[in-house]
C-alpha cells in the first residue's frame, strides 16, 4: 500500500483501544472512561466515515480499518467482480477518472472498490480482478468485508444492492467522492454519465 | 474450602448466564420458518424463511430510555449525524428523558437505522431482514398468510390512512398468529437490508427503473401487485436513508435460533 504502508502499521497500533472499545461496547459496563477515549483520540467529524468501525481486507489481503485512509481523497464504488452488465461500465468510469487526476495529485487520492459480493470476492480474486483491468497500481484499493458491514457501509453511502440470484446482484451504480476527513462531498449516479463534475472535485480536493 | 468455592463461582456463573440467556429470549415468539413469494421476488421465485424468534412487541420509549442509560453514547446530543440525522428523538423533551408528551409504551419513533441496528445488537439481537419481517407480517390473527384476504388488506390500508398511530401504546393492535403484536397498526419498522429494495434508482428521486442504475434491473418487478399495501412498505423502505430518523418509523428485533 505504498507509502501509508508503514503509517498503517503505526496506525494500528494506536488504534487498538478503539478496537476494544468497539468489542465491548455492547458488554455491561460502557465506560465514560472508554467513551472518552473516542472522543480524545480523534478529530473525526459527525459526518465522517470514519466513525465506522469495520475492518477490510485488500486486495493483497491486508486487513484495513477505513480510518487509516484518512488524508487522502476517497473516491469509492461497490461493485462485485461477477458482475456482467453494469459493473465493467462502472470500472471504466472509475478508469477515466482515475485517468483525468493529475500526476501530481494522484498520491493524495485512492480510488476505492468495494465489493457487495464478499462470499465471492476473496482477496485473490479482488487481486486478479485488479491485475485483470490494469488497476493494479498503488492508486487503487479493493475492499472486502463481512456482509453485515457490507450492508452497513452501502447504508452509508446510500447504495441499494440485493442478491437476485447466486452469481448476480441488482446493485445501484454510485460513485462518491470523500474528502481527506472521510465526509461525502460528491456522488454521481448512473453508468457512462459525465464525470467532468466528479473530476473537478477531486482536483480541486486533492493537494 | 478452595474447590468450594470454585463451585460456588460456577454455579453463580451459570445462574447469571443461564437468566441473561433467559432475559434475551423474552417476549419472542418463535416464528416458523417457510416459503414464500414476496413482493419483488425473481420471476415469482421462492424465499425460504428460515425458522427465528421474532420480539412480540416493538421497541417501546421505555425500553429505548433504558438503553440510552446504559449506552450515552445514543443520546441525542452525543449521537453522531453520520448515523442519526437531526430528527433523532426529535419529540423527546430532554436529553434522556421523552418527557411527559410521550407515552412510555408508546413504540420509539425517531430513531436511525444505526441506532435501531445497535439497540437490537447489544440486546444480543439483530433486526429483521425485510423477507423476515414481511414473513411474519403476512400473518392475521389465525393464519400465517392472510396476504389473500381481502379484510387483512383492508385493515392495514385503512391503518395507513390513520393520523397519529404512533401515539397508541405497544400491544394495542391484533396479536397475529404467531403471537406478534403490532406488525401492522402502529408504526413502520426499519429492517436489517431495507437498502435491498430497488424500485428505482432513487425513490427519493423519482427515477425510473433503468439500466443505467442497475445491474439486473429487469429481473425487479411486482409479483404480487394485489399487495397494495406490500408496495407501500417496499416504496417506503426504498425511500430511506440509513440516518433517517422518522416519526412513524420504529423496530423490533429478532433472533437467530440457537443450534443446540
Known sequence: MKHYKIELMFRRIALLPILLLFLVSCGDHPTAESVAVFENDTAISELSIYNLPSVWTTQNNEEIELKELQGNVLVMVMIYTSCQAACPRLVADMRAIEAQIPKTKKDNVTLILVSIDPLTDTPQRLKDFAITNDMDSPSWLFLTGSEEDTREFAAVLAVSYKKISPMDFSHSNIISVFNQKGELVHQKEGLGVNNEETVEKIIELAH | ?260
Open chain 2, 1 to 260: 474450602m478452595n474447590s468450594f468455592s470454585k463451585i460456588i463461582t460456577v454455579l453463580v456463573f451459570g445462574a447469571v448466564v443461564s437468566t441473561h440467556s433467559l432475559a434475551q429470549s423474552e417476549n419472542m415468539v418463535l416464528i416458523k420458518g417457510g416459503v414464500y413469494i414476496p413482493l419483488y421476488g425473481v420471476d415469482s421465485t421462492a424465499v425460504t424463511v428460515d425458522s427465528f424468534l421474532m420480539d412480540v412487541y416493538p421497541v417501546s420509549n421505555n425500553n429505548y430510555l433504558t438503553f440510552l442509560q446504559k449506552f450515552p453514547e445514543w443520546k441525542r446530543s452525543k449521537a453522531k449525524r453520520l448515523f442519526a440525522d437531526g430528527n433523532y428523538l426529535i419529540n423527546w423533551e430532554g436529553d434522556g428523558n421523552m418527557g411527559s408528551q410521550l407515552l412510555p409504551d408508546a413504540p420509539i419513533t425517531n430513531v436511525s437505522w444505526f441506532a435501531a441496528k445497535k439497540y437490537c445488537e447489544c440486546q444480543g439481537k439483530r433486526l429483521p431482514t425485510v423477507d423476515e419481517w414481511e414473513y411474519a407480517a403476512m400473518a392475521d390473527e389465525n393464519s400465517p398468510d392472510a396476504r389473500k384476504t381481502p379484510s387483512y388488506n383492508q385493515m392495514i390500508l385503512d391503518w395507513y390512512e390513520a393520523p397519529r398511530s404512533f401515539d397508541k401504546t405497544i400491544g394495542s393492535t391484533f396479536k397475529n398468529y404467531w403471537g406478534v403484536y403490532d406488525l401492522h397498526g402502529l408504526v413502520w419498522e426499519w429492517t436489517q437490508d431495507f437498502n435491498s429494495v430497488l424500485i428505482s434508482g432513487e425513490s427519493r428521486k423519482d427515477v425510473d427503473k433503468d439500466s443505467n442504475l442497475f445491474c439486473g434491473s429487469a429481473a425487479v418487478g411486482a409479483s404480487d401487485l394485489m399487495n397494495y399495501a406490500a408496495f407501500m412498505r417496499y416504496a417506503f423502505r426504498g425511500s430511506l436513508k440509513a440516518n433517517y430518523s422518522v416519526k412513524n418509523l420504529g423496530f423490533r428485533c429478532v433472533k437467530d435460533i440457537q443450534i443446540e
